[in-house]
């Protein structure tokens, strides 16, 4: 079995939505498995298009700053992070989200003997992005690499179809295996993130575990919300979704989850169409999962 290192947590939805059960009040909440992963922790939510971050290198679970920061959250993008370290020390520069302009990864995961690779990394990414990197992690790397492979399609700071986004993970993740994978005994990297500038949002299963919901049993708020459609509660047979959580593991509530298995992404664009890269289509598990309360 695989070490369970981070956990990761994203969101995104049509309507501004509190995300305070899922990072701290559900049985399996993000705040609870941080008893296992005290390495740190960080939240990113989105206010008319600009990401607001907060970071510490210290346990959630008792951290009043993580519960006060999850308890105020209202957005229609949030994407959250405990960290378990592999790589580099404890320090906030290590802690996840990592940020730039507009856009954020979150990294679960590990690249074996990083400090033998980090220099071959490093000149694969841009130079004039090379000198915003502050940490010491493999994961920040990750994400300044997959920054480099998506200025290709444009400035990072203007609109990007979510197929520009993800050919910009793919080659990134491509060029991470080709430097790193296949030396003598070394195992292969582990890649799942969670990457988005809050209107795309994209993650990617690169070896450990990630699960995504689109849809509820029964939405608690039927009876008021003024968005309820029949994708909020059925598969979508439109190719739009009200909703995409993406989560290490199932949270318990009511939404349904499937597996990604590896290899697998899944994301949505600005208007939410459902961009599904999966190999293999599961059949939906009630696995119930997070209310967004």
């Known amino acids: 079995m695989l070490p369970r290192m981070c956990r990761m947590f994203g969101f995104r939805s049509v309507i501004q939505s509190q995300v305070h059960r899922s990072l701290v009040q559900a049985d399996n909440a993000l705040a609870v498995q941080s008893q296992h992963h005290r390495d740190g922790w960080g939240v990113a939510y989105y206010v008319d298009g600009a990401p607001h971050l907060t970071k510490s ?20 993008t949030v994407v959250a992070h405990i960290r378990q370290a592999t790589q580099g020390n404890l320090s906030v520069l290590n802690s996840h989200p990592f940020q730039y302009g507009r856009w954020v990864m979150t990294h679960n995961g590990d690249i074996p003997r990083f400090e033998e ?10 130079p004039r992005l090379r000198r915003f990197i502050l940490g010491d992690t493999d994961s920040e790397r990750i994400f300044f690499l997959f920054l480099s492979e998506l200025c290709q399609f444009g400035p990072l700071g203007g609109n990007f179809v979510v197929d520009e986004v993800m050919t910009a993970l793919e080659r990134a993740v491509a060029k991470i295996r080709a430097i790193c994978d296949g030396r003598p005994d070394t195992k292969a990297s582990l890649l799942s993130v969670i990457i988005t500038n809050g ?39 439109s190719g739009f979704v009200n909703h995409l959580i993406v989560s290490s593991e199932p949270l318990l509530g009511e939404n349904v989850w499937l597996p990604l298995a590896e290899g697998d992404l899944i994301g949505v664009d600005w208007r939410m169409r459902l961009v599904d890269g999966r190999r293999a289509n599961p059949q ?4 119930e999962a997070p209310a967004l309360g």
Do not use: M, N, W
């Open 57 to 76: 290198a210290t346990g959630a679970l008792d951290s009043t700053l993580f519960r006060r920061v999850s308890g105020l959250v209202s957005s229609e």
């Open 117 to 126: 690779v980090r220099p071959e990394i490093e000149r694969a990414i841009a």
């Open 199 to 237: 209107a795309v949002l994209l993650a990617y299963q690169g070896g450990k575990e990630l699960f995504y919901s689109t849809y509820k049993t029964r939405c608690a708020d039927r009876d008021s919300c003024p968005s309820l459609k029949r994708e909020c509660e059925h598969a979508t047979e």
């Open 284 to 287: 939906a598990t009630s696995s």
